[in-house]
């Protein structure tokens, strides 16, 4: 084998002058990676007979590693997820300045149209009140996603998801100092 498989890593340490201790070590690492758990395995080129017998190990724990393992996400969903506070993809809770200079609270949605053009809205927590703004977010971003690809995560789910994680966002305010004035009278006049 001469060119090096994937998820598979050589690995040649020899002592130095300046770490003359250090134990020699010669053989392959399998690193894989799935759902943020890093799998890995060792294989030296000693007890394995030699540098490409252990990489023929090597490869062959790679492989059923992989049968075994679910497949990798995809990078697009990946990003989104890591970058979502709400935990539902493509919904977010935001204070926007509409050029008055006070922020105004805003849940909003965003989501890839057939022609894969991102699209996206936005519902007014002062209109709509919070937990009607989050619902109507959520029915919108079912209704999306489900023109797009056919699949979509039940709206009550998304609402059961989202509202608590948005309504603490929301009560921090737009500074994390707590809700302005007005937005405390609609909490109060929603509740």
């Avoid at 709509?128 to 029915?139: D, E, I, P, S």
Wanted: aromatic residues 8%; glycine residues 6%.
């Amino acid at each position: 084998m001469s060119d090096k498989p994937k998820n598979v890593f050589r690995i040649d340490i020899e002592p130095t002058e300046d770490n003359p201790d250090r134990h020699p070590t010669h053989g392959w690492q399998v690193r894989i990676k799935r759902q943020k758990e890093q799998y890995t395995k060792y294989f030296s080129d000693k007890r394995h007979g030699g540098r490409e017998e252990a990489l023929e190990k090597a490869v062959e724990y790679r492989d059923e590693l992989l049968d075994e393992l679910p497949e990798p996400m995809d990078p697009v969903r990946r990003s989104a997820e890591a970058r979502s506070t709400t935990g539902v993809i493509g919904l977010n809770f935001c204070w926007k300045d509409d050029g008055s200079g006070t922020p105004k609270p805003y849940v909003q949605l965003s989501w890839l149209e057939d022609d894969d053009t991102r699209r996206s809205a936005a519902y007014s927590v002062r209109k709509w009140n919070l937990r009607r703004a989050v619902w109507k977010a959520c029915a919108r971003l079912h209704e999306a996603r489900a023109e797009h690809d056919g699949e979509a995560e039940e709206v009550n789910d998304m609402f059961q998801t989202a509202f608590p994680n948005i309504k603490e966002q929301y009560e921090a305010g737009p500074d994390g100092e707590g809700l302005p004035e007005e937005d405390e009278e609609v909490m109060e006049a929603a509740a």
